[in-house]
């Protein structure tokens, strides 16, 4: 599985990036860039929880 996100949607508002930071950056330019776009067992139960959160519903799980 992988992240993927809608670009369109995605203002960049950094809610993913205080779930997993390891994982979402929102850097000086206030885009976002996903760092490591492999959902693992590891950080699954996070990266859900950015899906969950986004205010713009962008992030989603790809198989």
Known sequence: MRIDV????????????????EVFQV???DMLTVLN???TPENEHQVREAVRQCPR???????
């Not at 809608?6 to 930071?21: F, H, K």
């Not at 519903?57 to 198989?63: F, L, T």
């Open 6 to 21: 809608d670009w369109e949607l995605c203002e960049s508002n950094a809610v993913c990036m205080g779930i997993l930071p």
């Open 27 to 29: 850097g000086d330019d």
């Open 37 to 39: 776009p492999e959902v």
């Open 57 to 63: 519903q962008a992030i989603s799980i790809v198989d």
